[in-house]
């Protein structure tokens, strides 16, 4: 899987980040509870998770976040990616849990697409990409079974690191994990694709 996903490190230029981590730990803005990471209609006990969209899939936008956010990424992406079409960017928060868990695997779109997820802090909520496929065709029986044969110890694992950009493919299912430290975990996720020539 090395091929279909991308580390970058020190993502973003200091004084951009520093004011992207200011608008999302020390200003006002709203926090939306979340029943579940990945998906609306199921709900965990355990979870403690909100959600903010600078940029929301219908095209609603907030500033100064969105604007923010896309300077963010187009300054991470650099030579990766010259010309795209963002067309979603979600702020996740996670509070902290007595211990980590590992939440469902999911992708974020059915249509083909790419993503991008930008920490804003240390963490010990590592993501994970898993080596399994979404396909669009599969029923929800099917997605369920073959959700079943996620195995840990052949995903990726990438640690939560401030600054720190992973982009990959948009099919592969991915899991974000429950932190044990520090009090909240906030991550960036973008979707995007790449505009034809």
């Not at 939306?32 to 990471?37: A, H, M, N, R, V």
């Not at 868990?101 to 909520?125: F, K, R, T």
Request: with cysteine.
């Amino acid at each position: 899987m090395q091929k279909d996903y991308t580390i970058i490190d020190n993502a973003v230029p200091n004084m951009l980040f520093t004011r992207l981590k200011d608008v999302f730990f020390n200003q006002p803005m709203g926090w939306f509870w979340l029943d579940s990471s990945a998906y609306e209609n199921k709900v965990s006990t355990y979870h403690y998770s909100f959600v903010n969209y600078p940029l929301t899939p219908s095209g609603d936008t907030w500033e100064p976040a969105y604007s923010l956010c896309c300077s963010a990424l187009y300054a991470a992406l650099g030579d990766h990616y010259q010309d795209i079409n963002i067309t979603r960017i979600r702020a996740g928060m996670h509070t902290a849990h007595s211990e980590n868990i590992i939440n469902e695997p999911h992708v974020d779109q059915d249509d083909p697409h790419m993503v991008a997820l930008l920490y804003l802090n240390d963490s010990d909520g590592p993501t994970y990409l898993h080596n399994n496929r979404y396909k669009k065709s599969y029923k929800e029986e099917q997605a369920k079974i073959y959700l079943k044969d996620i195995d840990l110890n052949q995903s990726i694992k990438v640690e939560s690191k401030e600054n720190r950009l992973v982009l990959f493919k948009g099919d592969i299912y991915h899991s974000s994990t429950k932190q044990t430290w520090p009090s909240k975990r906030v991550a960036l996720n973008y979707n995007f694709l790449p505009k034809s020539p």
